[in-house]
């Protein structure tokens, strides 16, 4: 099977601006979750989608938000970029997201705000 | 909130030796899942290792193990043999067993093997 995919792998925007980052989960896979890497802070959870609903979401602000689609691909919007934004942005998913399942990352998108 | 402590920021070893990364966590949760996950200069997390809390024995994957001390809340992995594809850093990672299926990481332990 094909592993978690990720698009765009590198970005760069400025300031203000927003973005969209894409993931493809493992083919049968339905849960998609996302965590943001970054030097100061770690790996910190985002949100978690499962059939096209949002389960778990973390502590951050609004203008980070996602979405699922029917074919379980998922999508997360950054609105309003600011400089601490920049970070690495990972994808996983797993089979249905519960019991403990393992998740499955993808190779990242990296994010630079300037 | 459970948390994720890794105390060895950095780590190095010379090749073909042994080495241990300590975790330990905090919870109130009598059953979860702990892992330890993998990232090389790829950026690519890898899954190397996953424990059930509620299973005594200690998980082991080929050269990869874990001491798995459940009242101590502590999860260690212990590399036998380690290569230089092992060089990578190493996370230490909670999930509970129910409802919220985040991953709570620690702050990483960054080994080097050493030719």
């Known amino acids: 099977k094909a592993g978690v995919t990720q698009t765009p792998r590198y970005l760069i925007k400025t300031r203000g601006q927003q973005v969209t980052l894409s993931c493809s989960p493992i083919s049968g896979h339905r849960s998609v979750s996302w965590y943001q890497q970054t030097p100061g802070q770690g790996l910190q959870f985002l949100f978690e989608?499962?059939?096209?609903?949002?389960?778990n979401k973390g502590n951050f602000p609004g203008r980070f938000s996602g979405r699922q689609f029917s074919n379980s691909r998922s999508e997360m919007n950054v609105s309003t970029l600011e400089l601490g934004d920049s970070a690495l942005y990972l994808c996983?998913?797993?089979?249905?997201?519960?019991?403990?399942?393992?998740?499955?990352f993808g190779p990242g998108t990296r994010l630079l705000v300037l | 909130a459970q948390t994720v402590t890794q105390s060895q920021p950095e780590m190095s070893v010379q090749e073909a030796e042994t080495v241990t990364l300590s975790c330990t966590y905090d919870t109130s949760e009598n059953n979860y899942y702990l892992f330890w996950y993998k990232q090389p200069p790829s950026r690519q997390m890898i899954l190397v290792i996953r424990q059930e809390a509620y299973k005594q024995q200690n998980a082991t994957e080929n050269r990869f193990s874990v001491n798995f001390q459940k009242a101590a809340k502590s999860f260690s992995l212990k590399i036998s043999d380690s290569q230089l594809g092992d060089t990578a850093m190493y996370f230490c990672?909670?999930?509970?067993?129910?409802?919220?299926?985040?991953?709570?990481f620690g702050t990483g332990t960054r080994l080097t093997i050493i030719p």
């Open positions: 989608y499962f059939s096209e609903t949002q389960r």
């Open positions: 990672a909670f999930m509970n067993s129910f409802g919220n299926e985040k991953l709570t």
């Open positions: 996983a998913s797993s089979p249905v997201g519960t019991g403990g399942e393992t998740q499955y």
